[in-house]
């Protein structure tokens, strides 16, 4: 699987993070990756981030829950991919030419998350950050840490480490070990 030539700008922020990282602490300020599902935006800390890459073959797994979607060989390491649309609840959509998978770390495991397109990187003050509002239920309400406002938009800030739950955590333990 080849990493994307349109993120390359992308790429190239992910891999200075380091650096980045030690001046956004000083400055107080986050980094987060933006990616789409339907039509809403999300994100999530620039530091679970490993890479974005195209989607490629995915080797289905029998008898998994419906969003653990498979496994892929990247450059000698099986992950496995979690569809995040599936895993929200959201309606299938076939991939499209902007679908991509995050490669992230989670509970200490390296695994991919398929989502609509990834945005771009932001930089985010933590009084750009505010809590979910209490009238907030549902199924999603534990995945997310804030809510960010944006010039023109609303970005759902997520707890990429919850995503999976216990059914998805059980899934890919079972899938990683």
Known sequence: MATDILAAPLQAQLQAQPQALRNSKAEGTQQLVSFRLAQEEYGIEITKVQEIILMGQITRIPQTPRFIKGLINLRST???IVDLRTRFGLPDQQAGDE????????VGKTLGIIVDAV???LRISPNQISPPPPTVAG???EYLTGLIKLENRLLILLDIDRILGEEGDTAV???TC
Do not use: D
């Not at 679908?99 to 989670?106: A, K």
């Open 119 to 121: 945005s771009e990187v």
């Open 78 to 80: 099986v992950i496995p």
């Open 139 to 141: 199924l999603g309400k």
């Open 173 to 175: 333990k079972a899938m």
């Open 99 to 106: 679908t991509r998978i995050m490669v992230v770390n989670v």
